[in-house]
């Protein structure tokens, strides 16, 4: 770039055509909402600086970013037309927000091939956001030499300053917007609309009734708790006000990315209920309390109260720069604990609650009101305290009792950073053998540092069964009652209870007889259980010498060390999808492949890691990549239709899985199979990423049968794969149309169903006939009551939750697979699935 104190040359960023900026197939672009300058259709991928100068703005999406040249110019860079949609699928970027950058100096990497697959144009666009500075430009034409070429000169007219404060005083707002999605506002199109607020430099606010929130913040447009048919504006102040104000209206007026139907009106939003807190459970009985059920189990022990520390803070600050920084080093170290404490626990699924802490440390309202604080005068501990605490009040009085419980996430959050600013160590709970915990809340941290050797069970008068608390207490298999009457609190220390966490009852003063009858049962299974793991290690060989393999189902590496413990054969499911979800991009081929390596090494090369790609979409959606919101997600394009709709992704995660070949017995397995041409399209790519890395391994590739039609065709099927995995929990929801989660079919949707335990049966028919291998790893397989039929129907592999391969293993041991044949074929004339069940609780006695 060349200056005088008049004119600037900007360099072409991109090799290609130039376009004239008027004829760029997009109004924003062509009628210079933005600013004007140049587009061009590149035939590079690499985006170069046009000039020295400072990174003043990038885009969470890394579509696009801000420089600004040392005259002040802001010069934005936006690769192709509608490309926020792609959550940055596609882009990588090489620079940071603040960064310098010398004229030619490499900014963001794209793949042209990712942006076209997804319908998108490349046509990149380099205009000047702060207009006023300029009296005239000139944009090139013909070819551009990326780095070479000068694409515009600009005319200067006053100084940078001048220039800055006008269009920092640029502010719009827009009509009034009736919100048409059916739930409101609620995490997920929040997260949509804060995402693409984020893509904008000026300070964008929703307004409902004259109460504000900051719509790049997910939390802030959560606590404004706009409803359906809720009229709000958007309000933006900065260089590209007019732009966020169009972009971000046409957003919300299309549901950002729900599926909304008819267009609102107030009359119908008074017809949408809000899911509200159910109604208290209270007891009539003197020596019970009642609450919700948080995590099944029973446990007798002695009342232990938990309450929480209060730490003290200083008020005045010191200088606020130092005060920032301060804050700045705890939420750094906060996010490093944070990472931490992810790895330690088992399940995780589980462990992404963490991950979603972590967010909450970079949301920028909580961010604001804190530095806000610290800017009137306040000490860093004081001004989060008080940030947070606004913060999480603001989210409790909200009538949704889902978003309601995140007040607890922030204020377990918020507590962390606090510790750490005022140097308050965590103190670690005294929590006396035998306890049962009391508490108002816990947070999630506490939970997942509980002494498993003396907590045996919590109550919390607060919190629900979806909370974060009652997800760790279930993954720490520990019994827990959330929402217990208040009288809870008043409970002395040491009183002896009962805790039976599937009903979600606390009995105070049990008799003897009680408590003797209940620790006798307990007894008994702990001896069991003893037992169980001490022969884990023997393989799963039934008393005529059939081999079963009992293996795992895993969700990351901690459960894969575990299952070897427990004398687990392998994995026969690896849940692929943990490193996918709640995150805002997706993962890289080096984070996977690290995973997979890592899970493959703790196996070893004597045991089989079947990795199951991607099982998402439709009910679980990935915010990086933009799916219409479907009427049947269950029936919509989940497993491998999303994964082969999105190859590049696809194609990522299995060279990844590829590169796990060397440290176990590798198989690689396709979910939601429903035709052979499926299997086919994703086969091939497999055999040419294996080719491309020159993987030489003998990689075994299958497929989960979890479709009736799969199961029915399995003979056709096993001439082209390795071996089958039956996903039992898809396969009976889909053979008996009965939704898996639904509560009110729960008893109905059983895979002991006899239309199900035949098209397992098939399955191992056609597979046998060709030689190939069948594991059951849906939920039956770790069902005792199950596990006869399945070894009489033939299964090969019995797929299995960690802590249930002992007891699964000692099972298999005590049966005999002629007699197992001769039961399975009684069952398989059944009609019902009470007689099915009958049958083998029979068996069981
Ligand atoms: C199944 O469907 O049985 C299965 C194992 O897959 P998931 O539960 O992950 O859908
Ligand atoms: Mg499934």
Not at 16 to 39: C, I, N, R, W
Not at 426 to 445: K, R
Request: hydrophobic share 45%; glycine share 8%; net charge negative.
């Amino acid at each position: 770039m060349t200056s005088s104190n008049q004119s600037v040359e900007l360099l072409a960023p991109l090799s290609g055509l130039f376009v004239p900026l008027e004829t760029v197939p997009d109004p924003v672009f062509a009628q210079k909402m933005v600013g004007d300058g140049v587009s061009i259709d590149p035939t590079s991928n690499t985006l170069l600086a046009p000039a020295a100068g400072t990174i003043t703005q990038v885009t969470a999406t890394s579509h696009a970013l801000t420089l600004t040249t040392e005259q002040g110019l802001q010069v934005l860079l936006h690769i192709g037309l509608d490309t926020v949609m792609l959550k940055g699928e596609g882009f990588r970027m090489l620079v940071a927000e603040g960064q310098k950058v010398a004229a030619g100096q490499a900014l963001v990497e794209f793949d042209d091939q990712i942006i076209s697959a997804r319908g998108k144009s490349t046509l990149t666009e380099m205009v000047i956001a702060n207009g006023d500075l300029v009296t005239s430009m000139t944009p090139a034409r013909g070819f551009a030499h990326a780095g070479k070429t000068v694409a515009l000169t600009v005319n200067l007219v006053a100084t940078a300053a001048q220039a800055n404060a006008a269009a920092v005083a640029d502010s719009a707002l827009s009509d009034l917007i009736v919100i048409p999605n059916p739930t409101g506002l609620h995490a997920r199109p929040a997260a949509v609309l804060a995402n693409m607020a984020k893509t904008f430099t000026s300070d964008i606010k929703l307004v409902r009734n004259g109460e504000e929130s900051n719509a790049k913040s997910v939390v802030g447009i959560m606590g404004l708790e706009v409803q359906h048919g809720d009229e709000i504006r958007v309000k933006a102040t900065g260089p590209d006000a007019a732009q966020a104000i169009k972009a971000l209206a046409e957003l919300i007026r299309s549901g950002c990315g729900e599926e909304c139907g008819a267009p609102a009106s107030a009359a119908a939003a008074q017809a949408v209920a809000t899911p509200r807190p159910a109604p208290k459970p209270q007891s009539t009985d003197p020596n019970t309390l009642l609450g919700v059920s948080a995590s099944p189990g029973l446990a007798v022990g002695q009342i232990f109260q938990v309450r929480q520390e209060v730490i003290e803070v200083r008020e005045a600050g010191d200088d606020a720069q130092l005060e920032r920084r301060r804050l700045d080093e705890a939420l750094k170290e906060a996010r490093t604990q944070l990472e931490t404490l992810k790895g330690e626990i088992s399940d995780a699924n589980k462990a992404e609650i963490f991950a979603a802490h972590q967010e909450l440390l970079a949301d920028p309202e909580l961010l604001d009101l804190a530095i806000s604080g610290i800017s009137g005068g306040k000490s860093a501990p004081f001004a989060w305290r008080a940030a947070f605490t606004a913060y999480a009040e603001k989210l409790a009085r909200l009538k949704n009792e889902v978003l309601a419980g995140r007040a607890n996430d922030i204020r377990d959050v918020g507590r962390r950073v606090l510790r750490l600013l005022t140097g308050v160590k965590e103190a670690a709970l005294q929590v006396p053998e035998n306890a049962i915990l009391i508490a108002e809340d816990l947070t999630p941290s506490d939970t997942a540092s509980l002494d498993r050797n003396r907590v045996l069970g919590f109550c919390t008068t607060g919190g629900g069964a979806t909370s974060h608390v009652a997800i760790l207490a279930r993954s720490l298999n520990i019994p827990a009652i959330c929402g217990i009457e208040e009288a809870a609190l008043q409970l002395v220390d040491g009183t002896t209870v009962i805790l039976d966490g599937t009903r979600g009852s606390l009995r105070k003063n049990p008799s003897d007889v009680e408590v003797q009858g209940i620790r006798d049962r307990q007894a008994t299974m702990a001896a069991r259980r003893a037992e169980e793991l001490a022969a884990a290690e023997l393989p799963a060989v039934t008393t005529d010498g059939v081999h079963i393999e009992v293996v795992a189902n895993i969700g990351g590496l901690t459960d894969a060390q575990v299952s070897v413990k427990l004398g687990g054969e392998g994995v026969g499911l690896l849940r692929s999808e943990f490193l996918y979800l709640e995150r805002t991009n997706a993962p890289d081929e080096a984070e996977q492949t690290a995973i997979y390596s890592d899970i493959a090494k703790a196996l070893g090369t004597e045991r089989t890691l079947v990795v199951r790609t991607l099982d998402v979409g439709g009910d679980k959606p990935l915010p990086y990549l933009p799916m219409p919101a479907e009427e049947n997600p269950f029936l919509g394009v989940r497993g491998i239709r999303l994964c082969l709709a999105a190859p590049e992704m696809f194609r990522t995660q299995i060279r990844a899985i590829l590169r796990a070949a060397p440290y176990s017995k590798l198989h690689i397995m396709f979910p939601m199979i429903a035709s052979l041409e499926e299997v086919r399209e994703a086969k091939q790519m497999v055999a040419e990423e294996k080719a491309a890395l020159g993987v030489s391994a003998d990689v075994k590739v299958g497929i989960m049968v979890e479709v009736p039609s799969t199961a029915v065709m399995s003979e056709i099927f096993a001439r082209e794969v390795d071996f089958f995995s039956i996903g039992t929990n898809d396969l009976t929801q889909y053979t008996l149309a009965m939704d898996r989660g639904h509560p009110k079919l729960a008893r109905q949707a059983d895979a002991l169903h006899p239309g199900v335990l035949r098209l397992i049966a098939m399955t191992v028919k056609g597979a046998h006939a060709h030689g190939k291998w069948v594991g059951v790893c849906g939920g039956i397989a770790s069902d005792p009551l199950a596990v006869p039929v399945l070894l009489g129907i033939g299964v090969d592999e019995l797929s299995v939750s960690v802590p249930a391969i002992p007891a699964i293993k000692a099972m298999v041991r005590k049966m005999n697979k002629a007699d197992c044949v001769k039961l399975a074929s009684e069952v398989l004339q059944m009609g019902t699935v009470a007689e099915v069940r009958a049958r083998l609780t029979k068996l069981a006695e």
